[in-house]
């Protein structure tokens, strides 16, 4: 494709986007495609000779029945993936620049970059100086990076001789049953083995049992294990629990483990400096994670992850071919030895788009809308009979449960799905069903960027209806 010809379908393709945009508000939130149906429109085999482009806008647009609309405004479902608009155009642009970072040389402006926008949202989140950040793709990634460091930590680096298979004590890892499926998969990545995971009990505010935690730790230093890492869930994916850090911060010191902090959804809510006190005791922490590819509205894939020990990191990731050896090694920053990947988008530009367009007073005032609409749903449910919030509301997430007079739990489960996928199905909006300690409830995630309050009384209402029409 030329220049030429890139402008031109550039341009209808821009145009595409805005008005899918413009319009998303009056499609299905939930995509009304039958397993098969997409892949009947497309050709089976690949195409021999060029094609003319121009049909392609339509041919998309045939796509569109096979689309969930996460940025619908009453997209209520896992978490807000918002995906700015002009953090869309620095994907583009790091796309249509074709940079790629193997080491500082290859892309100095991508390395750099990349140094000043981690900075600039450390300083948004209020994390101390020391903590030294680097964009990996996800929050998955970026917990196996941590659990990586804490292996080598409590070995002093056993890579560097036979490994953890060369260990005595096996390592064990500590981590709440309500934390996210990546970190136990993460642990099980980085060598740890379901016999060392230990998934502890939960508080009535489904955070981590700080008494358990003790104690399981104290436990297996009796029978010969060698406790490693603690991972901090601020907050869980089912009902945004936060876990207390401060107090993990303190094993974590008294016991020399690393405390690993997984803040993927609620992380974005730390540059409310009155929300700060849910992580008290971060700056305790020797890895945070945290995902601006989801509230705070940068495009997907886009995972913050801090470190104030860069060196230990540098030392586990760090790999040094002679073809990746330049001049300036040693006054630059590699961010190959920062994490898995060798090659780098350079997804900084998404964040610094976003930044720019936005300013942090615009992503503040648009968190603290949605922050009041949750307290607004949170409040309509405390009033309502039969209505039952199963977990504090911390944040946007509100967690409920409509309890149909005279019926059992069991019966109470199996109708809660019923009503969700109703709704779900009728493509008005779009929930999450989810099991928390044994029971279905239904998850309401609000923070799309085009949900407004009257989204979610829309919302309330239909809930309402379907929920209270046993
Ligand atoms: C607390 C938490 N951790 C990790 C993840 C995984 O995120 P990613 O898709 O970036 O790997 C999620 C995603 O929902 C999450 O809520």
Redesign the pocket.
Known sequence: MTPKDFKKLGYELIDLIADYRETVKDLPVLSQAKPGDIRKLLPASPPEQPENLTGIVSEIKQLEPGFTHFQHPRFFG??PANSELSSVLGDLLSSGLGQLGLNWQSSPALTELEEVTTDWLRQLLGLPDSFKGVIQ???????LVALQCAREWATNHSQTRGGLQAEEQPLTVYVSSQ?????EKAALLAGFGRDTIRLLETDENHALRIDVLEQAIKDDIAKGFKPCALVA?T???ATTAFDNVTEMARLAKQYNLWLHV?????GSAMILPEYRHLWQGVEGAHSV?L?P??WLGAV??C?LFYTPYSEHLIRVMSTNPSYLQTSADGQVTNYRDWGIPLGRRFRALKLWFLLKSEGAEGLRKRLRRDLENAKWLEAQIKETANWKLVAPVQLQTVCMRYDVPGMSEEDVDKWTLEWVSRINNSGFAYLTPAKLKGRWMVHVSIGSLLTEREDVAALWQLMQTEAESK
């Open positions: 896992y978490f793709d996800t929050a998955s990634t970026s917990s934390s996210h499926s990546s970190i869930a907050g869980t994916t997984d803040a993927a959804m609620a994670i995902n590819h989801k997907f894939d995972t």
